[in-house]
C-alpha cells in the first residue's frame, strides 16, 4: 500500500469505533510491546525494573499526546491513538519519560516542590529540573535504542517533536566521551 | 484557540461524565480544570479540555462536547465522525481550513502525524529537517486555495501537506459530513532530502 493509500486509510470515517472509554482497547498489546521495547535499552531496563519493584501500574489512554505519573495511585499513563494495536515510537518515548518522573517521585531525588511553601523562582527552578532530566532519560533512550538496537524509527519520531538538535548535541557529547576514553 | 475557563461546578459535572467510565478515575475536581473554545465549523460543538494538575507532568484530555455527551478525541476520526453525524457540522468556504487543520491535529495514523502547511515558520516538525529540507519548504510552499464542487457538493482544499518524511502538495477532498480524502498529490520533498518528484496527478482514491 502506497503512502496516499495509507494516509487515505487513516482519515476515513468508520475505520475505528470503540468503545467510549479512556482506556485504550489494546492496552494489554500495546504494554507489551511498548515494554519489550524499552528492555532493549539500558536505560529503558533499569526504569521497568524500577517500576516492577515499586509496584507502579501502567495504562495506555486513547490519544495521540502526552504522558504522566499519577503519585497518589502509582500510576503511569502513556498515549496511542485509538484503533493501533502497536505501540508507535512516540509511545515507547512516553513510557521512558513517565517512567523516569514516577522514579523521580518515589526515589525523592527531583521531587515536586511545593508551590505553596517555596518561593516562585525556586519552584520554577525545580520543575524545569524535573522537566530536563524526563528529558535527558528519553534522549539516553532513544540514543541506546537507535545505535544499539539499530531503532532509527524512533530517532525519527524524536527529531518530529522537536528534539533534532538535542539528539545530536548528545550523540556527539557520548562520541567525545568515548574519544576521551570516559565512557 | 480562545479557551475559556469554565466554572468548578461545570468542572465538576465534566469529570462526573468523564469518570462515569470505569477507568475514568485519571481525573478529580481537586486538581483538574477544564477550558472550553468554541469552533466556527460546529454549530453547538465545543471543543473541552480537561488538564490534571496531579500527574507529572500534567495530562490533558480534549473532547468534543455538547455539554451532555463528551466525545474523547482519541486520535481517530471516530469523534469527529460522531459530532458530524449529529448535524453539527457546518462546513462553508470561510471555514474549511480550520476544519482540516483541527482535523489533522485531533487525527492520527501509524506512520505519524499529519501537518497542514499554512505558515512553514510555524510548524512544530520543522526542527527535525535540515536546513536545506526547511528552505525548500519555504520555497516550494504556496497559500491554501479552496474551492466548492457544486457537483458532488465537496469543498476541494489545494494545499502543502507533511506526513511520514514526506512533503506534498495535494488537493483534499472534504465532503460535507466532514470526510477527508487526499487526492491529486506530487511530492516535493522525501524523507532523504530529495526534491520534487512528482508522482503525477493519480487519484489514489480510497482503500
Redesign the interface.
Known amino acids: 500500500m502506497d503512502l496516499i493509500a495509507k494516509l487515505n486509510k487513516a482519515l476515513k470515517f468508520g475505520s475505528n469505533s470503540s468503545p467510549a472509554t479512556l482506556i485504550h482497547d489494546n492496552e494489554t498489546a500495546i504494554l507489551a510491546a511498548a515494554t519489550q521495547v524499552l528492555n532493549k535499552s539500558e536505560t529503558g531496563r533499569a526504569l521497568l525494573e524500577f517500576a516492577s519493584e515499586t509496584g507502579i501500574r501502567l495504562h495506555v489512554l486513547k490519544n495521540k499526546k502526552d504522558f504522566g505519573f499519577l503519585p497518589g495511585k502509582s500510576e503511569v499513563y502513556i498515549s496511542c491513538p485509538a484503533g493501533q494495536n502497536m505501540p508507535t515510537p512516540r509511545a515507547v518515548i512516553f513510557l521512558a519519560g513517565a517512567l523516569r518522573q514516577a522514579q523521580q517521585e518515589m526515589t525523592d531525588v527531583l521531587k515536586r516542590p511545593n508551590a505553596v511553601t517555596l518561593p516562585e523562582d525556586a519552584y520554577v527552578r525545580s520543575m524545569v529540573a524535573k522537566d530536563k532530566d524526563t528529558l535527558f532519560t528519553q534522549t539516553s533512550v532513544v540514543y541506546e535504542l537507535s545505535m544499539v538496537n539499530g531503532l532509527l524509527e524512533i530517532v525519527d519520531e524524536f527529531h518530529r517533536m522537536g528534539y533534532r538538535s538535542l539528539y545530536e548535541a548528545y550523540k556527539e557529547d557520548v562520541k567525545s566521551q568515548e574519544r576521551a576514553g570516559t565512557r | 484557540m480562545n479557551w475559556q475557563k469554565l466554572e468548578r461546578s461545570e468542572t465538576a459535572r465534566i469529570i462526573d461524565r468523564?469518570a462515569k467510565?470505569?477507568?475514568?478515575?485519571?481525573f478529580s475536581l481537586a486538581t483538574s480544570e477544564a477550558v472550553a473554545a468554541t469552533l466556527p465549523f460546529y454549530r453547538g460543538i465545543m471543543v473541552v479540555r480537561l488538564t490534571?494538575y496531579?500527574?507529572?507532568?500534567?495530562?490533558?484530555?480534549d473532547f468534543l462536547s455538547d455539554g451532555q455527551v463528551f466525545?474523547?478525541?482519541?486520535?481517530?476520526?471516530?469523534p469527529l465522525?460522531k459530532v458530524a453525524a449529529r448535524g453539527a457540522l457546518n462546513l462553508n468556504e470561510r471555514n474549511v481550513v480550520a476544519y482540516v487543520d483541527f482535523?489533522f491535529r485531533?487525527?492520527?495514523?501509524?506512520?505519524?502525524?499529519?501537518y497542514l502547511i499554512r505558515d512553514p515558520d510555524d510548524m512544530?516538525?520543522m526542527?527535525?529537517?535540515s536546513l536545506d529540507q526547511q528552505i525548500r519548504i519555504k520555497r516550494e510552499h504556496t497559500d491554501i486555495r479552496v474551492g466548492y464542487n457544486r457537483d458532488d457538493d465537496t469543498f476541494a482544499v489545494h494545499s502543502d501537506l507533511y506526513?511520514?518524511?514526506?512533503l506534498l502538495k495535494?488537493t483534499l477532498s472534504v465532503a460535507t459530513?466532514?470526510?477527508?480524502?487526499?487526492?491529486n498529490?506530487s511530492m516535493l520533498m522525501t524523507?532523504n532530502g530529495g526534491g520534487m518528484r512528482s508522482t503525477g496527478q493519480a487519484n489514489?482514491?480510497?482503500?
Open positions: 468523564v467510565t470505569p477507568d475514568g478515575t485519571l490534571n496531579a500527574t507529572l507532568p500534567n495530562f490533558q484530555l466525545y474523547l478525541l482519541d486520535g481517530s476520526p471516530d465522525q482535523f485531533h487525527v492520527t495514523t501509524e506512520e505519524g502525524d499529519i512544530p516538525f526542527d527535525s529537517l506526513f511520514a518524511g514526506v495535494a459530513d466532514g470526510e477527508i480524502e487526499v487526492s498529490h524523507p489514489t482514491g480510497m482503500m
